[in-house]
């Protein structure tokens, strides 16, 4: 069976790809890059896909996105409440159900995962 799911390693503030969930022991075979890691459950968060896309890389729980249409741009974490998909903005007060998006023809843009994003963006910012 072919898992489509990503983990968040908490400790090491990355993303990786699921290869292998051992349910007997709890661990979590993942793949980056080159290389095989094996991961507790306790030490990983799981990324739960979403059915929508941002052109062909699939968007994931907490990754942070753009929608553009026109010359308006919303920017948020995709976040799951009541079953639905949504981009949320605690800043600006957003929050749009991702099918609105898609059906109102916004054009999605992944920027990845959004703890690593902000980290990212917070280690620019000081240097």
């Known amino acids: 069976m072919n898992l489509r799911g990503k983990v968040y390693d908490k400790n090491g503030n990355m993303v990786y790809r ?33 059915e929508y896309k941002a052109e062909k890389s ?4 907490d990754d942070f996105i753009l929608a553009i ?13 009541s079953e ?23 054009k999605l843009i992944n920027l990845k995962n959004s703890k690593i994003y902000f980290a990212r963006k917070k280690e620019k910012e000081n240097k």
Do not use: H
Request: net charge positive.
């Open 58 to 61: 699939r968007i994931y729980r």
């Open 84 to 106: 639905l998909w949504y981009l949320i903005n605690k800043k600006r007060g957003i929050s749009v159900p991702l099918r609105e998006l898609v059906g109102n023809s916004y």
């Open 18 to 50: 699921v290869l292998k969930i051992d349910m007997a022991n709890q661990k979590v075979l993942v793949k980056s890059k080159n290389e095989e890691k094996e991961y507790s459950f306790q030490e990983l968060k799981w990324l739960e896909a979403t």
């Open 69 to 81: 249409k026109g010359e308006e741009t919303l920017s948020g974490v995709v976040v799951k409440s």
